[in-house]
């Protein structure tokens, strides 16, 4: 059974940092991985996605620059490094575990199979 969890939440004002986590486990295999957001009112997006490497990485414009996503495969773990935090990044996060093993720059959601709980960040002005 495949579990996906992720942690790191929480308020922080703007101009901030937090480093989200996500642990996957109970997978055969590694896989790309990727971050999602939704405010509220406002439909789920695409926010950054790695290969199963690491070594390729994809990131939405609006976030492009100043958050950074990585993996420790050793852990099933990647992460996403926010810094800069806007008050328009406030949002819950979700992580995924694509069905492949590179990310194509399309975040559409048949292209992920297993989905975590997610992870509320709050940025305050």
């Known amino acids: 059974q495949v579990q996906v969890v992720e942690s790191g939440g929480g308020l922080v004002q703007a101009g901030g940092s937090l480093t989200l986590s996500c642990t996957a486990s109970?997978?055969?295999?590694?896989?790309?991985m990727g971050w999602f957001r939704q405010a509220p009112g406002k439909a789920r997006e695409g926010v950054s996605c790695i290969s199963r490497s690491g070594g390729s990485t994809d990131y939405a414009d609006s976030v492009q620059g100043r958050f950074t996503i990585s993996r420790d495969n050793s852990k099933n773990t990647i992460y996403l490094q926010m810094n800069s935090l806007k008050p328009e990044d406030t949002g819950m996060y979700y992580c995924?575990?694509?069905?492949?093993?590179?990310?194509?720059?399309?975040?559409?959601?048949?292209?992920?199979?297993?989905w975590g709980q997610g992870t509320q960040v709050t940025v305050s002005s």
């Open positions: 995924a575990v694509s069905r492949y093993y590179s990310c194509s720059g399309s975040y559409n959601n048949g292209r992920f199979q297993y």
């Open positions: 109970g997978l055969t295999s590694d896989y790309a």
